[in-house]
């Protein structure tokens, strides 16, 4: 006899979790579909009464972790980061620039959970990695006395394969 608990669960799963990550942008939208269609095709096989029990329970576990697993991993994947404080020497004009060197950056600053990086009189901070930048993060750009600088990001520079030289520069637009 035919499983028609295992071809539901498949039937749902191929569509509506497929839908919902499709349209939400979500490049896993295929795991719930692929999932799901097998378990279609599954419980479209004749089977004894105690492998139809066994497939049913296996079919529910991989369509519940297929529907779930690509929401949860999207939710990680955009978790925010922490704030980030850039400082910069009072009185600095011109552009700035973070640059990412693996093996001669400094190590990074964090203080009271804001990633903190001092830029030094020449405007080039290099630091061993830039990770806080590529997460969703707050982004303030300070004086050392303080005083909020206005600034203006003028855009990342990519580096080499394993992403070193990549640097990020901003301009103070007016200083104090």
């Known amino acids: 006899m035919r499983n028609p608990a295992l071809y539901s669960m498949g039937l749902f799963t191929a569509v509506v979790p497929t839908i919902c990550l499709f349209f939400s942008v979500n490049m896993l939208f295929f795991v719930p579909l692929v999932v799901g269609l097998g378990c ?8 004894q009464a105690t492998t139809k029990r066994r497939a049913t329970l296996f079919g ?12 949860a991993l999207a939710a990680y994947a955009n978790r925010p980061g922490q704030p980030i404080r850039i ?76 992403h070193d030289e990549t640097s990020d520069r901003w301009k103070v637009v007016d200083a104090p």
């Open 40 to 47: 279609v095709m599954t419980g479209d096989i004749e089977m």
């Open 60 to 71: 529910l576990i991989f369509c519940i972790a297929a529907a779930v697993g690509p929401f």
């Open 87 to 162: 400082v910069v020497p009072v009185g600095f004009r011109g552009e700035f620039s973070i640059v990412k060197n693996h093996a001669a950056g400094k190590e990074l600053k964090m203080q009271d959970g804001v990633w903190v990086f001092e830029i030094p009189a020449s405007g080039v901070l290099v630091v061993n990695d830039d990770y806080p930048f590529h997460m969703w993060h707050e982004e303030h750009v300070v004086y050392l006395d303080g005083l909020t600088a206005r600034v203006e990001f003028l855009g990342t520079t990519a580096g080499s394969t394993d």
